[in-house]
């Protein structure tokens, strides 16, 4: 009898076949049930003498029977059970419908996350992070093409990218360590040693922010070159990187991605717009009520308007912001040669920010200029700093956010719906 | 004029072409100049006339020129510069000689971290993480294939794995949290949803040992899968991954693995030895001199001692030691169904542990009864016990430390030499 599972089940018609999984559902008529079985690869029905066994979700079990067309549902198969056997022997009723709710949404973000082992194991709730795996496979995939090398830097640090705010401290042997905020500094080292780096790899932000855009801990698809142009070669890089991921979700997660009814973008080329007209575009054409009437960044509502707008005029669902003021990003952003810009950039995605980046200070007195404009002392980052005396080509990045890609790409409501077990000001559990 | 790299500048030779890097190394010779210029694939020599520019080692330059073949060594090209182009104004005097020392270990540990984003642009340093990028690589790619699901698992915890020892704490919005020593109970409670999972992640573990085994933050490469016979599953699934792993490195790190002399290990099957006979072997034939007399467990000597024994006679740099005591492990292990043992192996690889891993308790009630048993409190695992309510299906798992491994395979004198920025309890930076 061959082992199977429900991807390769169908090749075995008419055979006696034996397969594993968790009962996802069960409807019992008579004297037979009707079984949805689980497995790491999807869903069979199997029916079953209901008298044979105890049957209820979330059992595992092992069966093994006749595969045979399925009553109703021509091109489908049913497992004919000869033998169910339970492998656990655990019996408590479930506290939430797994296989009911068709998205789990009905049950409110609190349980969803409570009962987070269980909710889980829902169809479009497991979807989510099987489309997880494949952007993250996609992303490294693309990245070695281009010849880039994998790091992994540490997340327990001796000072903030940034200066030091919104910083989760912690007692390493007696003295103040951090967890990082960002691979930042580390990711621009490596530019001397690998020229092209990646990473992806948990980022903390001690922000006590509750927003459906923002967690503590969040997974940050990090990428570092050098010897670029300018932004744009980042730029281009992204827009290429994103079609490549959005191709292969395509190709391998169709299933996945209609359960949300999910349309992948197909791209070719990205619209730019610069900072300064975006605000023009906003405030004169699309109605923008800016929440703080002299800031310089976007708020929510105003990335919102632009990507509809872009959506609108040029079909496009992402729309790269550049040019932001030096003023607004880290010391390390590259400014200008005239102007008050730097060379950054963000990229929005139906309404959300995912990516930051832009390219990097590579002159060493330059940094400390940049420092002393700000009022950060030098000392602080000494390690840093230490690599730009002895020569770093122009060079630069970019970090995109993977459960915003996530978010935005399947639509859910909430960014916690898109990390596995999230991190937020409440939640440190499950 | 062809931008290339130095991995396809031979396809052009007898051509102009245009390339960039950093001068690794300069040696004059009256009029001329020598270079060796290193870039994200190797390094090219480039012959200069010196009089053009000021040249250091570690400066970023932009070369073009035509690429000739070496004058001395047949078979390998050099690059006749017309123009070189310096991408940087940094005039440091470098404070370790990153190209002269072959292998940078006549320099010490202390100065070889210190100077940090320095060494890691020496050949062989850095020849060391290309090979963690491939292992990662070739870790993935296989357990992708064997249906295994990729899962990122939260860093910030509310409690221990193991009770609460060797922990990390920080303030966490005013609460107590730790960082994780393991993803063990999240990558448990993702079997029922994925069946088989992995993660390649930071651990934390709050050790005060200062040797050259421990690192305080570590890669930790770990797998979980459900429905599994008992740890043989696991065993077999492990000698698969690592044969694929070392055949891969062999594949596409053949340079970077002979600047250590490395022999790369031909596995078909990896011998194994219950932890009793271990012990047996050691006293009675290899006069082991136990740390403790009356330790169940292996110390570092009787590790190196062991697999002296198996290379010798059974030709395998490899042993599996099973049959571990329950006691000395966690609670979540299986016990074995008569006597002491449990169903977990360690993985001894050339005289050190590099994997841990067993088959884990399944049933709720087994599991209450662990926790008592051992004097742990079931309400401080209740977002673990969860799940097992509802039924998992017999399962388990193994975790590899990267660096061990790596440290293990190029012969490495401290795994410290295989973290890009190892952490210990001294350091915190670079």
Known sequence: MKKVTTATASTYAGQRI???????????????AFIILRDRNGFLQVVVNSSAVVLRPELPVVVSGLLQAHKTKPGEWELHAEEITPLSQACAALPVEISKEKRMEGLGLP??????????????????????????RAFREFLVQEEFTEIHTPKIVATGTEGGAQLFALDYFGRQAYLAQSPQFYKQMMVAVFERVYEIGPVYRAEEHNTPRHLNEYLSMDIEMGFIENEQT?????????????????????????LYGCKVPTLTQ???????????????????????AES????????????????????????????????????????????????????????????????????????????????????HFADYLQCFRYGMPPHGGLAIGLER?????????????????PRDGNRISP
């Open 234 to 258: 980042l730029i281009n890089l992204q827009t290429k990187l994103l079609a490549h991921i959005f191709a292969q979700l395509q190709e391998n997660c169709a299933f996945e991605l209609a």
């Open 111 to 136: 349980a969803l996350l409570d009962y987070r082992p269980l909710t889980l194991r829902n169809r479009a709730v497991r979807a989510i992070f099987k489309i997880e795996a494949e952007i993250c």
């Open 405 to 421: 890609l996530t978010k935005q790409l399947l639509g859910l409501s909430n960014v916690r719906q898109a990390s596995l077990f």
């Open 296 to 379: 310089e960044d976007l708020d929510p509502e105003a990335e919102r308007l632009l990507c509809s707008y872009f959506a609108q005029e040029e079909g496009c669902d992402l729309v790269y912001v550049t040019d932001y003021p030096w003023a607004v990003r880290p010391f390390y952003a590259m400014p200008a040669k005239a102007g008050k810009a730097s060379h950054s950039f963000d990229l929005l995605f139906r309404g959300l920010e995912i990516t930051t980046g832009g390219q990097r200070i590579h002159e060493y007195d330059q940094l400390l200029w940049s420092l002393e404009t700000r009022g950060m002392k030098a000392e």
């Open 270 to 292: 990205i619209p730019q717009i610069k900072l300064a007209d975006a605000h023009l575009l906003l405030r004169n054409k699309l109605g923008w009520q800016p929440r703080e």
């Open 18 to 32: 034996k397969i594993h999984g968790h009962i996802h559902a069960v409807r019992s008529l008579g004297a037979l």
